[in-house]
C-alpha cells in the first residue's frame, strides 16, 4: 500500500483529486481537516488543551469551540496558530497513523491518501512514500472559496496570508498537478503520477 499526501492551499482542489484516487484506484483517504475537527469536539483529545489555552471566550453557548471566533484569534496572531497547531497536529498525527496501520491490516487498498493544507507546518510528509502539490490559480481558488463556502474577501485574504505559499510547497514536492482545466485533465495527471500512463 502505497502512502500519497496531497497538499496544497485551500481552494486548489485538493479532495478533487483524492476523490479521482478513491472512486477510480479505490483508495482510503483521510483528511487531517476532518479529524482535527473531530477531535475538537467536547470530549475529543484536542478540546481541553485548546480550552486551557484560549479559555472560555472561544465557547459557543452549547460548549462547542466557535471555530469562527478560534479563526479570528488565529489567523491575526501568528503565534497564538502556532499554539493551535501544536494542540492539535500531534492528535492528528497519531490518528492518522492508527488509519494506515487499520488500512494495511485489511489489505483492501492499493493507496492511502493523506489529505492535508498543513503539510509542511504538520510534519504529515514523514509519514507519506510521496507527496503531491495539487496547484491552482489564486482568482481560481478565490472563486471556489465563496462560491463553495460563502467565504469574504477579508476571511480568504487570512487564510491564504496563513498558509503556506506556491514556492513553499514547489521548493519542498516536485510532483505537481495543475487544477487550472477540467476534470479529464485532473485525471490524466493522476494517471501519470501513479504511472499508469
Not at 479532495?15 to 470530549?43: F, H, R, W
Request: proline letters at 3%.
Amino acid at each position: 500500500m502505497k502512502i500519497i499526501g496531497i497538499t496544497g492551499g485551500i481552494g486548489s482542489g485538493k479532495s478533487l483529486v483524492a476523490g479521482i484516487l478513491k472512486d477510480k484506484y479505490g483508495a482510503y483517504i483521510v483528511n487531517t481537516d476532518s479529524i482535527a475537527k473531530e477531535q475538537m469536539k467536547p470530549g475529543g483529545i484536542s478540546y481541553p488543551g485548546i480550552i486551557d489555552f484560549f479559555g472560555n471566550r472561544i465557547l459557543a453557548e452549547d460548549g462547542t469551540i466557535d471555530r469562527g471566533k478560534l479563526s479570528q484569534i488565529v489567523f491575526n496572531d501568528k503565534e497564538k496558530l502556532y499554539k493551535l497547531n501544536e494542540l492539535t497536529h500531534p492528535n492528528v498525527l497519531t490518528e492518522v497513523r492508527e488509519e494506515i496501520d487499520k488500512a494495511k491490516t485489511s489489505g483492501m487498498y492499493p493507496y492511502f491518501i493523506i489529505e492535508t493544507a498543513l503539510m509542511i507546518e504538520s510534519g504529515y510528509d514523514t509519514t507519506c512514500d510521496e507527496v503531491w502539490y495539487v496547484r491552482s490559480p489564486e482568482a481560481d481558488r478565490r472563486k471556489r472559496l465563496k462560491a463553495d463556502r460563502g467565504y469574504s474577501d477579508e476571511r480568504i485574504d487570512m487564510i491564504f496570508a496563513s498558509q503556506s505559499k506556491d514556492e513553499d510547497f514547489l521548493k519542498r514536492y516536485t510532483k505537481v498537478i495543475n487544477n487550472d482545466d477540467d476534470i479529464p485533465a485532473l485525471e490524466r495527471q493522476v494517471e501519470r503520477l501513479l504511472g499508469i500512463l
